[in-house]
């Protein structure tokens, strides 16, 4: 059975209908974004909250990966909270909502993709505050643009940190 989201969309038919309107918010924080600004973990649990409201959909977990688990394209750090999110997705809710795509992944369209494959193979959705929202047919090329994104702008950052 399919479910008609706020937007028009149709709901993956995978989905339970359990799952359907639930979703878990995954937060991470680094220093400082790409883009210099600071984005506090209240600020994206917030923006988070917000998205959930407008598509009609109940919060029941909340994954925070809190300060210091970076998502770095240098290093393997272990991220628990992440890996839960996603083992949870299209299990115990039907989808993860995140303030944006590199909040999920700075590591590229190959990183992207894993999770993308993971969403799908579990009937779940990803919605972010940046525009992701992978029940729309074109979520896949607009997270993997979104992931190069975020890998570049991790790659400046670094050669700016290193030449000062």
Known sequence: ?????????????????????????????????????????????????????????????????????????????????????LLGLGREYGTLIAYSVDRLSRKGMKSVGEMLEVTDKQGGRILTNDGLDTDQSSSRLVASFMGELAYSEVKKTSERVRES
């Open 1 to 85: 059975m399919e479910t008609q989201s706020k937007k028009g969309t149709t709901a993956s038919p995978k989905r339970s209908m359990n799952t359907s309107k639930t979703a878990a918010i995954y937060l991470r924080r680094s220093a400082i974004d790409g883009s210099g600004e600071d984005i506090s973990i209240t600020y994206q649990r917030e923006a988070c909250e917000r998205l959930a409201k407008g598509q009609g959909l109940e919060i029941v977990k909340v994954f925070n990966e809190g300060d210091g688990q970076a998502a770095s394209i240098f290093k393997n750090n272990e991220r628990p909270e992440y890996e839960g999110a």
